[in-house]
């Protein structure tokens, strides 16, 4: 999907919360915001907008020498997600189809978006419980996704947010975790998950876990590793969290479904669901 003129003003709102986040030097958040806007005036904007994002998280590390700067912030969501643990299994357990329980919870999981909200508090996490049960789930029919894991061999699971892995967790233990590898981020990106962040959420104790090389905020396959990049093409089955993942793959020839938020009128445009719908939907190469 290629980023639009309705994409920028978001690209640099997260600019400059990077830049706060980063450091309290007012000049240097000046400074920070100058080069952002610079790199934005010049760069090609024929690419998704997650590809754009990680040009800013280059160039704010590159000048604050900072690292992970939502380090904090990721770890008080995966806390926050943590504490709602016993309050899922009960959801799962007791639904009348514990699959597709999992599955609303993962989607749901995905308002933990620091890319597109500036902010993310604990009510809106806890909210996310009861929007899992209630809210229509659009796009294809879970049953078939089902299907499709069953008789997969290999399923490459790609995480997003670091909160959210919490209900990742969630979701893949509705299923034999053997044939399953669950992909994070290679370096920090936003509030991203890296192996760190899915260590703390206890994904690790569901599914083996893999960083894909990069730092940018989605799965931009021409920044991943070769050893990621060679995983991604054997795999039978991709399963890809988030909008930035449906940002960044949508036009993919792999057999992905997308599990994700509609949070924008560009993505609700090209998935074909309204702002605020939780989706599964199937690439449509396949």
Known sequence: ??????????????AREVAIISTDDSSMQK???????????ETN??????????????????????EDPYREVKSLHTAAALSMLPEMDKIVSE????FVAGLRLAIAGNIIDLGVRGEVS?????????????????????????????KADSVLYLADNAGETVFDRIFLE??????????V????????????????????????IIDNGSGAPATVLSDCSPEFVTKFGEADLIIAKGQG???????????????????CNLVAEHSGFPVGSLVLLKSSSR
């Not at 400074?31 to 005036?41: H, P, T």
């Not at 904007?45 to 990680?54: C, F, G, K, M, W």
């Open 31 to 41: 400074k920070i915001m100058r080069s952002c806007l610079a790199y934005m005036s």
């Open 122 to 150: 604990d009510e809106d996490i806890s909210s996310i419980l009861s929007e899992a049960m209630l809210e229509p789930l659009e796009g294809v029919d879970p049953l078939q996704l089902k299907m499709e894991i069953d």
């Open 245 to 263: 993942n449906f940002e960044s793959l949508s036009s993919s020839d792999a057999n992905i479904f997308f599990l994700f938020r509609v949070k």
């Open 185 to 208: 981020r290679g370096a920090p990106a936003i509030n991203d998950a890296t192996v760190d962040d899915a260590k703390e959420a206890g994904l690790d104790r569901v599914v083996r």
């Open 174 to 183: 509705q299923f034999a975790s053997e044939k399953i590898t669950a992909a």
């Open 95 to 98: 639904a009348a189809d514990p």
């Open 1 to 14: 999907m290629i980023a639009e003129l309705e994409c920028l003003p978001c690209l640099v709102r997260q």
């Open 45 to 66: 904007l024929d690419r998704s907008p997650p590809e754009i994002a990680h040009g800013i998280g280059r160039i704010v590390k590159s000048m604050t020498g900072i």
